[in-house]
């Protein structure tokens, strides 16, 4: 509640404190693999077609943390249409606390990789390169 002037009135008023613009919506993870020590999910909100490129974002959920205190990656992908190629354009492991232990862009120039056949890169090729 504030107190707002109406004229020569002085009213109480409800008023909606001031909300940060949303940059991103909030992930829609979709778990697309899993396996006793660990699962793996696509945001299936992240995933953008341009042109030749479709960019997603990942994540793997390790069982337990490594010896380095990991337990979960973060990951940018980038699967091209045409080529039927996918590399991972930047990562992030985390702790059990969600802080970043380290972060990686993989150089531009990185040869990409085959998209497998029966891979999760090849369904959301499927799907999203048609």
């Given at each position: 509640?504030?107190?707002?002037?109406?004229?020569?009135?002085?009213?109480?008023?409800?008023?909606a404190p001031a909300q940060p613009p949303a940059?991103?919506?909030?992930?829609?993870?979709?778990?697309?693999?899993?396996?006793?020590d660990f699962r793996v999910y696509v945001d299936?909100?992240?995933?953008?077609?341009?042109?030749?490129?479709?960019?997603?974002?990942?994540?793997?959920?390790?069982?337990?943390?490594?010896?380095?205190?990991?337990?979960?990656?973060?990951?940018?992908?980038?699967?091209?249409?045409?080529?039927?190629?996918?590399?991972?354009?930047?990562?992030?492991?985390?702790?059990?606390?969600?802080?970043?232990?380290?972060?990686?862009?993989?150089?531009?120039?990185?040869?990409?990789?085959?998209?497998?056949?029966?891979?999760?890169?090849?369904?959301?090729?499927?799907?999203?390169?048609?």
């Amino acid at each position: 509640m504030k107190l707002v002037a109406a004229g020569t009135l002085l009213l109480w008023a409800a008023v909606a404190p001031a909300q940060p613009p949303a940059a991103e919506p909030t992930p829609e993870w979709q778990e697309v693999q899993g396996a006793n020590d660990f699962r793996v999910y696509v945001d299936r909100r992240s995933i953008r077609r341009d042109g030749d490129s479709l960019r997603y974002s990942g994540r793997i959920v390790r069982a337990q943390a490594d010896q380095h205190g990991v337990l979960t990656l973060r990951h940018l992908g980038e699967i091209s249409c045409a080529r039927r190629e996918y590399r991972i354009v930047t990562f992030e492991a985390l702790d059990a606390a969600g802080a970043v232990v380290f972060s990686f862009t993989v150089p531009q120039g990185a040869a990409p990789i085959p998209i497998d056949p029966g891979s999760n890169n090849e369904a959301l090729h499927r799907e999203f390169c048609g």
